[in-house]
């Protein structure tokens, strides 16, 4: 007979999807008030809801924002892409060939969304320029961070939170390059896919009023993406005085990649409507944290940097970089013992280093935090607790393992387990956020892992890759509406170019992981 706290945990969880589903509120909050919820049912204890909060992990996701403004402001990243855009007619397989790895190196070691952020418009002009489609390059922008995400340890911060949980169950985190092992063949294969086969399916630039190249002196073109507490939501422009609250005029609207024509001013407002907004560049350091909506591209310049602090940025990312990855090695813990040279503490000394240098900006650090991120974070690893105090992750191993015994324990049990996985892991994160789903698979692959009495690492491996790999929809990944907006991109497209790009993963993901991770 199943428990009462099993029923209630599944209850829960099913509340928590449900309210991530509909956007009721911010995921931080949903998740929160699901491991208030367990906590009231005694299936946490205060000090576990507390422990997420000062998980290393979640910590360095803090940090690592911090970094990648620091780099942003430096404007390495716009001189690398700008290097490598060609200046006369190409083809889109072979500007993508330049631009797309190069995209996806950057994003392994930055934050996805500041690199689709400024990437993003940049292309966009670019492609208007030279004669192509920008349809064909924005799509592959946002799958390209994903892809380059997944091969290292400070890729996404969906690595780092499994990689925290790992380490709260007693066990020994991953190294930086460890989840490269598979996924350098995943991001190979999806990028081959993205440069020789994406553009067919892409669709050809729709015309819009977004497009155009003129505007009063002084303005800048802004877009911005509605999300759910938008209050303008269900009246009409002419109903809701955009300028009033936020002192820019509405140029066009956006929805579901379609330009509104006709009377649009009288339109009620939808969530993810895509606003064109004319404004002055403080809008964009006064709303770069709204919780109404999410500014997916904007024409100002970044405040850039002196050339000493330019490559003071260059030089302490690498070194960052260069350091976690030697600070793991046997014979650097061997001469230091009792001393742990990690990511955590290269990412604290690097952080530190830029503030006191002025990198970025000191007395704004708390803008450059997405703290809803980190809220999330912390209730996960509280809620992935609550799962296995209550016996739900044993209840729903039993199904898994159950599952892959009428397939075949033997010759097809590993496998079969690992495409489960991955399955209920990458439907999580296509209907919620990529977080909670890393959250919500650790337990069942705990679970699986100690009632088969095997390494559990296969399968911390597998969530971590089926977390990132939201393609299929324009909600599964922030990247993923920031460039519906921008592109034009109706749903479709999404599904179209990728659902391929879902499978290629799965498949590489369920044969490759048993081969470098035995599950013995």
């Not at 205060?46 to 000062?54: D, Q, V």
């Not at 422009?237 to 330009?259: K, M, N, Q, T, W």
């Not at 996960?380 to 015994?405: E, L, R, T, Y």
Request: hydrophobic share 50%; proline share 5%; glycine share 8%.
């Amino acid at each position: 007979m199943v428990s009462f706290s099993v029923c209630f945990v599944a209850f829960c969880l099913v509340f928590m999807i449900w309210a991530l589903i509909a956007d009721r509120l911010r995921p931080g909050l949903i998740l929160f008030s699901c491991m208030v919820m367990m906590l009231c049912a005694g299936i946490l204890q205060p000090k576990e809801c507390l422990e997420g909060f000062s998980n290393k992990g979640m910590i360095t996701v803090a940090l690592l924002f911090l970094v990648s403004e620091g780099v942003r402001r430096s404007g390495i990243m716009e001189r690398i892409i700008l290097s490598l855009l060609p200046n006369k007619q190409t083809t889109p397989t072979k500007a993508n060939a330049k631009l797309l790895p190069t995209i996806a190196a950057l994003s392994a070691f930055l934050n996805n969304t500041p690199v689709v952020v400024i990437f993003a418009p940049i292309i966009k002009n670019w492609s208007r320029k030279v004669g192509l489609s920008h349809t064909k390059f924005l799509i592959p922008l946002s799958y390209a961070t994903v892809l380059g995400g997944i091969c290292t340890l400070i890729g996404t911060s969906t690595n780092l939170v499994v990689d925290g949980l790992i380490q709260d169950s007693g066990r020994e985190g991953m190294t930086m390059f460890e989840l490269g092992k598979v996924g350098i063949f995943i991001c190979l294969a999806g990028l081959a896919y993205l440069i020789f086969y994406s553009h067919y399916l892409l669709p050809d630039t729709r015309e819009s009023e977004t497009d155009r190249e003129d505007k009063p002196e002084g303005v800048h073109l802004v877009e911005v993406v509605v999300r759910s507490r938008f209050p303008g939501l269900g009246k009409s422009l002419r109903e809701f005085d955009f300028y009033r609250h936020y002192g820019a005029h509405v140029h066009s609207i956006r929805r579901g990649g379609e330009l509104l024509s006709g009377d649009w001013p009288n339109m009620p407002l939808e969530n993810h409507d895509t606003l064109l907004l004319e404004t002055d560049d403080k809008f964009v350091q006064t709303y770069s944290e709204s919780t109404a909506f999410l500014i997916s591209s904007y024409d100002t310049d970044s405040m850039p940097l002196g050339n000493k602090k330019r490559y003071l940025a260059l030089v302490l990312l690498v070194l960052m970089i260069v350091g976690a990855t030697v600070g793991e090695l046997p014979f650097v813990r061997e001469a230091v013992p009792g001393f742990k040279f990690d990511m955590f503490f290269f990412v604290c000394v690097t952080t530190v280093i830029m503030a006191w240098t002025k990198i970025f900006n000191p007395k704004r650090y708390s803008k450059y935090v997405s703290w809803d991120v980190l809220v999330t974070i912390a209730c996960a690893f509280a809620i992935s607790k609550g799962m296995q105090n209550s016996g739900f992750a044993d209840f729903v191993a039993d199904a898994i393992i159950a599952c892959a015994d009428a397939i075949g324990q033997t010759e097809h049990g590993p496998y079969a387990m690992l495409a489960i996985l991955f399955l209920i892991t990458n439907l999580f994160t296509e209907l919620i956020t990529n977080n909670a789903a890393a959250a919500l698979s650790f337990p069942l692959a705990l679970a699986v892992a100690e009632k088969l009495g095997v390494d559990p690492m296969p399968f911390f491996i597998c969530i971590c890759i089926a977390a990132s790999a939201a393609f299929s929809t324009p909600i599964g990944y922030q990247t993923n509406l920031l460039v519906q907006g921008i592109g034009g991109y109706r749903f479709t497209d999404y599904v179209k170019v990728g659902l391929p790009l879902n499978i290629i993963v799965f498949i590489i993901s369920v044969f490759v992981i048993p081969m470098i991770w035995p599950i013995k």
